[in-house]
């Protein structure tokens, strides 16, 4: 049965946020497709093999995974460099999500521990974080390994090393992400997920995957954290 969103914040002792959607559109400014076409041209550029399907690929992330499986490791490293650095630029121009600042801010009001656990780079997630002043409210930033793409989200282990550093059990955190990566990973992991439908066609998705709560818009979340904490200023979200 699927949980209450607040029972299940005042139940969490820990809060784990994906970044790119939760928190924030990361490629608003910097379409993600252009990026990826960048990449393609990289690897192209180096004599790499590609698919029809690779070279039309839309998602920076898939042709990073591309290259981890398919490339050498020091192609996987140039591909990793310039993604770094295309989202450190991407994220200048970040646009937030709706109420997922209230979201960070409740959380850290409730006094949970606050992670963020991405498959895009610690660096520019500390980018958005510092320009955006919430770096204060985040005890932890869990990035994508180092041109090591196989260890990204759905496989669990980023959000093991979350939990384990700060020294939380599994099973009394809830992460909130808004992909299949996310769910899955969190359910490997033993830790409880709050699937964000920022579409409608992933809610569906999202229950069949074993999200304990799917929500429509972060405000839900926000609302649920300043309720299970009786937090004054409940009326402003």
């Known amino acids: 049965m699927t949980a209450d969103v607040e029972q ?55 042709v990073l995974r591309h290259a981890g499986a398919k490339a050498s490791p020091s192609l996987t490293i140039e591909v990793e460099d310039a993604l770094v650095k295309a989202e450190v630029l991407a994220a200048s121009t970040a646009v937030p999500t709706a109420y997922g600042r209230e979201v960070i801010v409740a959380a850290r009001q409730l006094g949970l521990p606050i992670a963020v656990v991405s498959n895009n780079s610690a660096q520019a997630v500390e980018a958005y974080l510092r320009a955006h ?46 992909s299949l ?16 439908a920022n579409r409608d066609a992933k809610k569906s998705l999202f229950e069949q995957a074993g999200a304990d709560v799917v929500v429509k818009s972060m405000r839900e979340v926000a609302q649920a954290l300043v309720a299970a904490g009786g937090l004054a200023g409940e009326g402003a979200i």
Do not use: W
């Open 8 to 62: 299940l914040c005042r139940e969490t002792r820990a809060l784990l946020l994906d970044f790119d959607g939760p928190v924030c559109s990361i490629f608003a400014g910097y379409p993600a497709p252009l990026v990826a076409r960048e990449l393609v041209n990289l690897l192209r550029a180096r004599g790499a093999k590609l698919s029809g399907e690779l070279a039309s690929e839309s998602d920076p992330l898939e």
């Open 133 to 178: 002043r919430l770096h204060g409210h985040v005890a932890l930033v869990i990035g994508r390994a180092y041109a090591e793409p196989s260890r990204m989200k759905p496989n669990p282990e980023p959000i093991f090393r979350a939990v384990n550093r700060l020294g939380v059990d599994p099973g009394s955190s809830v992460l909130v992400g808004d």
């Open 181 to 196: 990566s996310d769910i899955q990973g969190a359910k490997a992991a033993g830790v409880r997920v709050i699937g964000y």
